[in-house]
């Protein structure tokens, strides 16, 4: 199934997000903070003025090292996190602008599956209530339906109807992992935020939820926001990948020409860090250095204390992200 390009799903400009922000010390902890008696609120920089666009049935892919905001920004696409500054609108509509009634059929249209699949539920549920509840209580079914619905979402999740009646620790990983699917596709989502959804699951496991994935998208038109540290993974399954540093979009492109061009350095040290079975080297290039705290970001480029190439002005100025290749967007000052 192809994107359509002509509307997209979900749109972020210029989104922001901090947690711990000065401005919410209260007026005696500000004025203990003048006399010196207290030390000012640290604030943690999770994503920096993001731009992105996730057109409907597409699949978008993103990628970076732990601590570079991916989890952060995937929460605020499915409504779980405010954004701090910037806007996010979902089918053209300013989140901003909603009321109450219209935010919550916007929050029922995108959900998120979380990494691991035996914290994401209540273990003191039956698989029924979970996977049925908030259908339920939106009016997508009634009592009379009920058992009939949750069945339906447990078979197109791969799951038998006959285990509805069992507890999440009655199950294996990768079935717990089909009960938060099935549990994501009863409201009837447009968009599925998946945050490691697969990395806590054994390898032959991944593959078949990877195909269960798949096999959603073209049978219900779904869209999704599929957040990994495995880039091979994201290369099979995504059409175009978003990579981030340090709470910054720095790369972005369509799957094929990222793997095959990528353009910026962090997105090239990346790739180069892919285990691939060439007996002919040996050799493995990781990363120089350590993601720098969030609570004090580098100035200029984030990237530059760790990139080989940096320069004075990498130290300086915030590089624009800008287009540098039909549909190919870097945030690097070498293109200049």
Do not use: W
């Not at 009634?142 to 009646?165: C, E, I, M, N, T």
């Not at 993601?291 to 300086?316: K, V």
């Amino acid at each position: 199934m192809r994107a359509d390009h002509s509307s997209p799903i979900v749109e972020l400009q210029k989104v922001s997000k901090t947690f711990g922000k000065a401005a919410d010390n209260t007026a005696a902890q500000r004025l203990l903070q003048r006399l010196h008696l207290a030390r000012p609120k640290p604030v943690t920089h999770a994503v920096d003025r993001v731009d992105l666009r996730i057109q409907r049935g597409e699949v978008v892919g993103l990628v970076g090292e732990s601590g570079c905001g991916k989890s952060t920004l995937g929460r605020m696409v499915a409504g779980l996190l405010p954004v701090s500054s910037g806007t996010a609108s979902v089918n053209g509509k300013p989140l901003d602008s909603l009321s109450i009634a219209e935010r919550q059929a916007v929050r029922l249209q995108i959900q998120m599956i979380f990494q691991d699949p035996s914290a994401s539920l209540n273990p003191r549920l039956r698989v029924d209530r979970i996977v049925g509840e908030g259908a339920l209580l939106h009016g997508l079914t009634d009592k009379a339906g009920f058992d009939d619905y949750v069945s339906a979402q447990l078979q197109r999740a791969g799951l038998s109807p006959q285990l509805r009646q069992r507890y999440p620790h009655q199950f294996s990983g990768g079935q717990r992992q089909r009960i938060g699917i099935a549990r994501a596709l009863a409201v009837q989502p447009q968009l599925l935020v998946c945050d490691e959804s697969v990395a806590a699951l054994d390898v032959s496991i991944q593959a078949q939820i990877l195909n269960l994935f798949m096999d959603l998208r073209d049978e219900l038109g779904l869209t999704y926001l599929f957040i990994s540290h495995d880039l091979g993974v994201v290369e099979h399954l995504c059409d175009r990948v978003v990579v981030m540093y340090l709470g910054r979009v720095v790369e972005s492109a369509a799957v094929d020409d990222l793997f095959a061009r990528a353009n910026h350095p962090y997105t090239q040290a990346l790739l180069a860090q892919i285990p691939r079975f060439d007996v002919r080297s040996t050799r493995y290039d990781a990363i120089q250095g350590e993601i720098p705290s969030p609570l004090n970001p580098p100035a200029g480029c984030h990237f530059h204390p760790r990139c080989p190439h940096a320069t004075a002005r990498c130290r300086e100025e915030v590089p624009t992200l800008r287009e540098v290749a039909p549909n190919h967007l870097s945030a690097c000052h070498l293109n200049d």
